[in-house]
């Protein structure tokens, strides 16, 4: 399949900073027959005036979309559908989820009650894709950012995360209520399992897309220095950034101006890798043997359906 064609939509995720902003810059420079649409919490008309200002690119437009809050997601993807329902907006080739949090403990909530990096990282990007699926055009592509913290081995984290929480869907998806769970540790392992979770839907979703719609898990690397620990407090936002240079030796170690730009062809070149592919950093490999569970996939995409519903229908996939 050759890469994304023109005219043609790319949704984008966490555009505002780290990964996403330098993903979005390479869009507009490498892809400016492409139009790109920033979903973002905050300012997302002043986003889009400065993307464009700094790449000459007019081709894009900002929606308001807060990942923690269903509703928020909503309404989101409806401004989304409605222009292009409307030819405002050409063809949706590719949805880029790439915005995440990592929280300081388990325990915080989302606008709806879930655990915060669940609710974040994985129901609201279920949520924003699923109101868009229709809608997306072949040839196209969904991209989840994941993240190695999935293996939960030392090798790809370096004992700074610890490994996923094995627990029932319906169980992660709440603020934890084990004893651990005020606990920065317990906060990092709820990463981990959100990404862990990111995989398994990238597999059903994959199961799911028609022909011609591609999915990928795009692993963009350890890229310390971004805004992923700024709620970590002062010493946790020290050990983060330090590993600036003490990470410049590990395999895994990236930073987001290069894994940005990878993310970015991931996104609209021509495909790296057959869909349902694990990318790291674009690179085909083969995620966690717990990541390849067909009944935990199943699981996840009911449990997901089923906590994002009650407000409203969306259409089947
Ligand atoms: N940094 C790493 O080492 C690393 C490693 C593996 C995977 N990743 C993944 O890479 C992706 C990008 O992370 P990053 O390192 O670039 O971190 P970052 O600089 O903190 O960027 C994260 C982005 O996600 C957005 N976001 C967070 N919560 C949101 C919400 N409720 N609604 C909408 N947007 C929200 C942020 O928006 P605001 O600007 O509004 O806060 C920000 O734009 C994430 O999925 C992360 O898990 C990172």
Redesign the pocket.
């Known amino acids: 399949m050759p890469a994304i064609p023109s005219p043609g939509t790319v949704l984008l ?9 330098v993903t979005a810059l390479t869009l507009l420079r490498e892809r400016p027959d492409l139009h790109l649409v920033v ?4 300012d997302p008309v002043g986003l889009a005036a400065r993307l464009a200002a700094e790449t000459g690119s007019p081709r894009v437009r900002g929606v308001a ?5 269903l509703g ?1 997601v909503r309404q989101a993807a409806d401004t989304v559908r409605e222009l292009l329902d409307a030819g405002e907006l050409p063809p949706l080739r590719a949805v880029v ?6 929280a300081v403990t388990a325990t915080d909530r ?1 606008a709806d009650g879930f655990e915060v990096t669940f609710g ?2 994985v129901l ?1 990007h279920h949520l924003l894709i699923r109101r868009l699926m229709d809608r997306l055009t072949a040839p196209g592509r969904i991209v989840l ?5 999935h293996f939960g081995d030392f090798r790809h984290s370096w004992g700074l995360v610890p490994p996923p929480r094995s627990a029932p869907v319906a169980e992660l998806a709440l603020p934890w209520t084990t004893p651990d769970a005020h606990t920065a540790k317990a906060g990092r392992s709820a ?1 981990a399992a959100s ?1 862990l979770a990111t995989v398994h839907l990238a597999h059903e979703l994959d199961r799911r897309t028609p022909k011609g719609i591609d999915v990928y898990t795009y ?10 620990a ?1 709620e970590a407090g002062p010493l946790g936002r020290l050990l983060w950034n330090s590993l600036l240079h003490l990470t410049r030796v590990h395999p895994s170690s990236t930073n ?1 101006r290069a894994s940005g730009r990878k993310l970015a062809e991931v996104a609209v070149g021509a495909p790296a890798a057959p869909s349902g592919s694990y990318l790291d950093r674009g690179r085909p490999v083969r995620s966690a043997p717990a990541s390849y569970d067909p009944a935990r996939e199943a699981e996840l995409w009911e449990e997901a359906e089923r906590l994002v519903a009650g407000k409203g229908a969306y259409p089947a996939a």
């Open positions: 995720t966490g555009a505002g900073r780290g990964l996403g902003r979903a973002v919490r905050s979309c807060d990942l923690g809050s928020s989820a790439n915005a995440g949090m990592q989302t974040t990282n609201g950012v994941g993240s190695g913290t990463y990404k692993d963009p690397g350890l890229m310390p220095g971004t805004g992923l700024r987001p």
